[in-house]
C-alpha cells in the first residue's frame, strides 16, 4: 500500500516542526540494480516501512512530492564535443559521471537525514540523544569521506565535462572505506531500536508526518540510513562499468583493475563482520527456560543462517534461527522493554537434524474442528525438521508462507547440513529431502520417511511460516569457513 500523499494540519504538539527543519534541496535518489537490495539482516529496504495513515491527514490536500530527475553526462556537457568523441568513450564518460552524480546525491541524502530526521527529533524530545545516536551510527562521520571523493572528481574534471583518469584517485581514495565497518555492523541493532521506537505515538506520528513531505520522496527513515550500505555495495559494479569502456591502451586500466580488487576486498571484510555482528545480536537476546537448553554450539556460532517468523498447526507463532551447527526454535516475546527470544524447544544440531520436503495437503492441521473449517491455503508450503537421540526426539512440520520462502528454507538447510558433515569429514552427498547418502553402499544412512515413523509427534509437531523481512540467507558466509569441502560458491557480496 502506498503511504498517504497528503499535506497535513500540524498538531499542536510539533508545531515547531516546520522550523526546525531547513530547507533541503530534494534531488532523485538513484535507483540502484535489484541484486544489490539486500538489506544488512531484514531484508526489506525495497519494502519501506509504511505506516497506518493518521486520522488528522484524511481529507488532506494533496502536496507534491518531489522526484529527482536522472542526469546524463551527454546531456549535461556540450553536445557539440560530445559529437567528437567514440560511442566507447561516452559510454566511459557516462559512467565516471555516474559515479560522481551518485556521490553528490549520497552526500545529500545523509545530509537530509541528520537535518530533517535527527535534529527534530532531538530538539524535540521524541527521542532521546542516546537512541538516536545508535540508530543513526556513524552516519556523520561518513560525510566527509564522500564530499572528499567528489571533490577530487570535480578536480581532474575538465572544462567541457569530460574526465581522463579517474584509477588513481580511487586507488587512494577507496581504503577509507573501511570505515564502513562501524556503521554496518551497527545495522541490526539500529533497526531493532527504530522499530521498537515506532510503537510510541509521537515517533509514529513524526516519522508519518516526514513521510508525507514532499522532501522525503516517500522514502521512510530507515531507507535513508540504509543507503550508505546500497552505495557500498554499488562500487565494485560501478567500477567494472568503467573499467569496460576504458580502452586496453588506456593506463587508467591496471588502476581501475587495482581499485576493483580494493572495494572487493573491503565489501567482503565488511560482510564477514557484519555477518558476526548479526549473530552475536541474535544470539544475546536468545532466552533460556531452563539451563539444559543452552547449547555450547550455539555459543560457538558466528553466522546466522537465517531466520524468521513461522507458525506452528495451532496457530502459535515461532521464530527459528538456524545457526553455523544448530536450528533453534523459539517463541519472540518482550523482555526488559526489548524484543527477546525464548526457546520453545531442545537446540537441534544440524548434523543429527532430518528434513523433509512435505506435499502440499500432507500435513494435518492442528484440532479436528480447526482443520475442518480450514482453506487450502492453510496446508500449503510445509516442510519437515526432526531430531532423534536416543530417548529424545522431536518433529516439527514448518509452513512457508510462499513456495519462494518454503525453498529458501530447504536450500540453506540442506547447505548448512552438507558444510557440516564436511566439516566432520564424512565424505557424501546430501538428497533432495536432506538425507545423508553414503556413496560406498549408495544408502540412505538417515531414512526420513522411516526415522519420522519412530517418533513421538504428539507435543513437538509445529507449522511455521518465513518472513521474508526477516529472512537473512547468508550461506556464503557458512560455505567459506570450510574450503576443504570444495563446496564454496563466490556469490555476490551481501552486506
Not at 151 to 178: A, F
Not at 295 to 305: E, F, K, N, Q, T
Not at 426 to 455: H, I, Y
Request: glycine share 4%; aromatic share 6%; proline share 4%.
Amino acid at each position: 500500500m502506498e503511504p498517504s500523499n497528503k499535506r497535513v494540519k500540524p498538531l499542536s504538539r510539533v508545531t515547531s516542526l516546520a522550523n526546525l527543519i531547513p530547507p533541503v534541496k530534494a534531488t532523485p535518489l538513484k535507483r540502484f540494480s535489484q541484486t544489490l537490495q539486500r538489506s544488512i539482516s531484514f531484508r526489506s529496504e525495497s519494502r519501506p516501512d509504511i505506516l497506518a495513515p493518521r486520522p488528522w491527514s484524511r481529507n488532506a490536500a494533496p502536496s507534491s512530492t518531489k522526484r529527482r530527475d536522472s542526469k546524463l553526462w551527454s546531456e549535461t556537457f556540450d553536445v557539440c564535443v560530445n559529437q567528437m568523441l567514440t560511442s566507447k568513450e561516452i559510454k566511459r564518460q557516462e559512467a565516471i559521471f555516474e559515479l560522481s552524480q551518485g556521490e553528490e546525491d549520497l552526500i545529500e541524502d545523509l545530509k537530509l537525514a541528520k537535518k530533517a530526521y535527527h535534529d527534530p527529533m532531538l530538539k524535540l524530545s521524541i527521542m532521546t540523544e542516546q537512541e538516536l545516536n545508535q540508530i543513526f551510527g556513524t552516519l556523520d562521520s561518513l560525510i566527509p569521506l564522500h564530499e572528499e571523493l567528489l571533490s577530487q572528481l570535480r578536480d581532474v574534471r575538465k572544462p567541457d565535462g569530460s574526465t581522463e583518469h579517474v584509477g588513481p584517485i580511487l586507488v587512494g581514495w577507496l581504503p577509507c572505506l573501511s570505515s564502513y565497518d562501524s556503521y554496518c555492523s551497527n545495522q541490526v541493532a539500529a533497526k531493532a531500536l527504530l522499530d521498537h521506537k515506532k510503537q510510541d505515538h509521537r515517533v509514529q506520528d513524526f516519522l508519518q508526518r516526514c513521510l508525507e513531505s514532499p522532501f522525503s520522496r516517500k522514502l521512510d527513515l530507515w531507507n535513508f540510513l540504509d543507503i550508505p550500505r546500497s552505495r557500498l555495495v554499488k562500487y565494485p559494479l560501478l567500477l567494472r562499468e568503467i573499467l569496460r569502456h576504458t580502452p586496453n591502451d588506456n593506463p587508467d586500466q591496471q588502476h581501475l583493475e587495482e581499485a576493483i580488487n580494493i572495494i572487493q576486498g573491503i565489501v567482503a571484510e565488511i560482510n564477514t563482520k557484519t555477518g558476526e555482528s548479526e549473530c552475536r545480536y541474535y544470539k544475546e537476546r536468545l532466552l533460556y527456560l531452563e539451563e539444559g537448553q543452552k547449547d555450547s554450539l550455539i555459543d560457538s556460532s558466528r553466522v546466522l543462517c537465517c531466520h524468521g517468523e513461522l507458525k506452528n498447526n495451532r496457530g502459535v507463532k515461532l521464530h527459528v534461527f538456524l545457526f553455523q551447527e544448530v536450528l533453534v526454535i523459539t517463541r519472540a516475546v518482550t523482555h526488559n522493554e526489548q524484543l527477546c527470544y525464548q526457546l520453545y524447544r531442545q537446540p537441534i544440531p544440524v548434523k543429527d537434524l532430518l528434513l523433509e520436503d512435505l506435499q502440499d495437503g500432507e500435513v494435518r492441521l492442528g484440532g479436528s474442528l480447526r482443520g475442518a473449517f480450514s482453506n487450502n491455503e492453510r496446508i500449503k508450503n510445509f516442510f519437515r525438521v526432526s531430531f532423534k537421540n536416543g530417548s529424545q526426539s522431536q518433529t516439527h512440520s514448518l509452513q512457508a508462507n510462499d513456495t519462494f520462502n518454503k525453498q529458501q528454507w530447504l536450500n540453506c538447510i540442506r547447505q548448512a547440513k552438507e558444510t557440516v558433515l564436511c566439516a566432520v569429514g564424512q565424505a557424501g552427498v546430501l538428497d533432495s529431502e536432506g538425507s545423508f547418502l553414503n556413496p560406498t553402499t549408495g544408502s540412505r544412512e538417515l531414512q526420513g520417511e522411516t526415522k519420522l515413523e519412530q517418533m513421538d509427534q504428539s507435543d513437538s509437531e509445529s507449522d511455521c511460516s518465513m518472513d521474508t523481512s526477516e529472512v537473512s540467507l547468508d550461506c556464503e558466509h557458512m560455505e567459506q569457513t570450510d574450503s576443504s569441502c570444495g563446496n564454496s560458491r563466490h556469490g555476490e557480496s551481501n552486506v
